[in-house]
């Protein structure tokens, strides 16, 4: 299931329908409540798409609670519901914002560029990003597919590929993996 | 009796400090009259700590704005007026501001307490940024948002650590003294509990024999700790950090007794200063020079 949401109409309908800036931490905190509670009405795997296009100034307090402390809740080993985002619409000072938060707390996730690319952004180990990047180029594939394509045995792929998974950076399905915008 | 603090003929962010010494050893509740009269020229961060000084008195100050009629407009139309009369008691004349177009005061001082404080500020710098930033200053077009990020930063402090409301102003000016070029300045200023009693507020902090207003101020302002647990809480002052550098900015922000400063190459500030005249609340000051375009 893919989902969209665009950030600044959660901001005009949360917060205040002047606003059109995403900044202060209860701001921030109001937008991301409003996307949880959106998130927890799907079922099921679901790749949400959250649009930037429209936020006109987000500061590092937002990126913090918009960002970061929705990527926190979800990944690891038991995340609340199979969720997967991915980031539109982020323009050059709003990725400043989002990369010192994600720094902070070794995130990373993937954003979708103007021209329709992927970009692998926040604190990813060498391994891990040549994985992704390999998977990006191969579509859907499995562990094995992934050790050939990248020259290492099958049990390095696997875990990386779990490494990924379990940072929500890539989608599961049985044994295969599929890089987010590719799901899409 | 009333103690008449003399302001100095230009006040800045250095010579505001004969008037915080003046003030420093005074009970609050002691009347004060803030003598301005002969003040010829303020910037935006001595006219908030001006407005903050009035703001910590018990007894309620009295206020002598500037004879120079020029002077007196121009704090006018920065708004200075409006706040003083809610604090002070205004002696003399007190000027009307004239609308004469002025395109110097990006943001006239305006109070910040609230969380929807910062949101109203933010909205109403960006349009003028743009074109005084790009237009007068030369500066990347980028760095106008980069700015506005950095002036909800920093008013973000008050809302989120002072306990009192403050004052935002932000203002262009040439700066001949130490310069001689143009810049835009944002000062934050507030009489509240301040960077020391803030981290000290953190649960379970330890503090060391050392501790005191410099070292709670190098924490903060250069190793982005804050009194929240929370990893992600610190990053506004280190993105207004970042800011500051990558445009040759000087960022400097006092509390207490202590000043701490990020010092760019054209300044002769130093660094730290201690053993200043004790003050409530946090003062911050970040000043973004003009570009000179490459010829």
């Known amino acids: 299931m893919i989902n969209h949401i665009d950030v600044s109409s959660v901001l005009r309908r949360t917060v205040c329908d002047l606003y059109s800036n995403l900044v202060t931490r209860p701001t921030g905190a109001a937008v991301r409540t409003e996307i949880e509670n959106l998130l927890?009405?799907?079922?099921?795997?679901?790749?949400?798409?959250?649009?930037?296009?429209?936020?006109?100034?987000?500061?590092?307090?937002?990126?913090?609670?918009?960002?970061a402390k929705l990527l926190l809740r979800f990944e690891g080993g038991a995340p609340p519901q199979d969720a997967y985002f991915l980031?539109?619409?982020?323009?050059?000072?709003?990725?400043?914002?989002?990369e010192a938060a994600l720094e902070r707390?070794?995130?990373a996730l993937v954003m979708q560029a103007e021209d329709g690319g992927l970009l692998l952004v926040g604190t990813v180990n060498d391994a891990q990003r040549r994985a992704w990047q390999a998977l990006r180029e191969l579509g859907r594939c499995a562990a094995d597919e992934l050790a050939t394509a990248l020259g290492e045995a099958p049990a390095h792929a696997a875990a990386l590929l779990a490494a990924l998974h379990e940072r929500r950076l890539i989608m599961r399905f049985d044994d295969t993996y599929v890089p987010l915008g590719v799901a899409q | 009796m009333t103690t008449v603090i003399n302001v100095p003929p230009s006040l800045d962010d250095a010579t505001i400090e004969q008037v915080l010494d003046q003030v420093?050893?005074?009970?609050?509740?002691?009347?004060?009259?803030?003598?301005?009269r002969h003040t010829r020229w303020a910037s935006p961060y001595a006219l908030t700590t001006l407005l903050t000084v009035a703001q910590t008195r018990a007894e309620r100050a009295g206020f002598a704005g500037p004879e120079n009629d020029d002077t007196a407009s121009y704090w006018a139309r920065t708004g200075f007026y409006k706040h003083a009369e809610q604090l002070c008691d205004l002696h003399g004349h007190v000027p009307?501001?004239?609308?004469?177009?002025?395109?110097?005061?990006?943001?006239?001082?305006?109070p910040v307490a609230k969380s929807e404080d910062v949101h109203d500020v933010v909205e109403r710098i960006q349009q003028k940024a743009q074109a005084i930033l790009v237009n007068e200053l030369h500066l990347d077009p980028q760095a106008t948002m980069r700015f506005a990020m950095t002036l909800s930063e920093a008013c973000q402090n008050i809302v989120e650590h002072a306990q009192r409301g403050g004052w935002v102003a932000v203002q262009t000016y040439t700066w001949r003294q130490r310069l001689g070029r143009r810049v835009v300045q944002i000062a934050v200023c507030d009489a509240g509990i301040g960077f020391r009693a803030s981290l000290e507020s953190a649960h379970g902090r330890r503090i060391s024999d050392r501790w005191d207003d410099g070292m709670a101020l190098e924490d903060a302002v250069i190793r982005g700790v804050s009194r929240f647990r929370d990893p992600g809480r610190g990053q506004g002052l280190a993105g207004?950090?970042?800011?500051?550098?990558?445009?040759?900015?000087?960022?400097?922000?006092?509390?207490?007794?202590?000043?701490?400063?990020?010092?760019?190459?054209?300044?002769?500030d130093v660094p730290l200063v201690e053993n200043l005249a004790p003050f409530p609340g946090s003062q911050v000051q970040i000043t973004i020079p003009e570009r000179i375009p490459a010829r």
């Open chain 1, 40 to 67: 927890s009405a799907w079922r099921g795997p679901s790749l949400t798409v959250i649009d930037f296009s429209h936020v006109n100034l987000l500061d590092f307090s937002c990126a913090d609670e918009v960002v």
């Open chain 2, 24 to 36: 420093a050893p005074l009970a609050r509740d002691q009347k004060i009259l803030i003598d301005a």
């Open chain 2, 240 to 268: 207004v950090r970042r800011f500051v550098g990558k445009w040759d900015g000087k960022l400097s922000v006092r509390s207490g007794t202590a000043r701490i400063a990020i010092v760019p190459s054209w300044d002769e």
């Open chain 2, 96 to 110: 009307r501001a004239r609308n004469g177009g002025e395109s110097s005061v990006l943001l006239e001082i305006t």
């Open chain 1, 87 to 98: 980031l539109r619409g982020v323009r050059e000072d709003h990725l400043d914002a989002i």
């Open chain 1, 105 to 107: 707390y070794q995130l």
